[in-house]
């Protein structure tokens, strides 16, 4: 895997993936930026989230559940001084579905979390990740 990150100004950068994505990160207007686009932080918790998303929804679908919905929400802190390192990530998931059964969800958020997240795994090396969820019936 591959990506290239170009300055554009002041603390503006232009992220683009090997499969031809870009985006563009900014910083606060505080640190000198124009708050044009997420934090690099911020993208790196939205890349995990997206990561364990991916994970929950292909294995309940293998499984065969009737999902027709996930949305993970993350809570983090970080360590107040530099580095300013993520110290505890909490994700918050809201499956909806048909019949979706408790152990199935729960199961799917365990193997993402053990198994399948790259980034979250990773990150756990040096985070505190923290799971739980809720089931929507639709």
Known sequence: MRARIKWVENVSFLAQSESGHSVLMDGAPAAGGQN??????????????GCTAFDVVTILKKGRAD???CEVALDATRAETDPKVFTHIHMHFT???????????????????????????????????????????V
């Open 67 to 69: 999902v027709v919905d």
């Open 95 to 137: 499956v909806k579905g048909r019949q979706l059964k408790v152990e199935q969800v729960k199961r799917a958020i365990e193997l993402s979390a053990e198994k399948y997240c790259s980034a979250s795994i990773m990150l756990g090396a040096t985070v505190k990740i923290s799971h739980d969820f809720e089931i929507v019936e």
């Open 36 to 49: 044009l686009g997420p934090r690099p932080m911020e993208l790196l918790l939205m890349g995990t989230g």
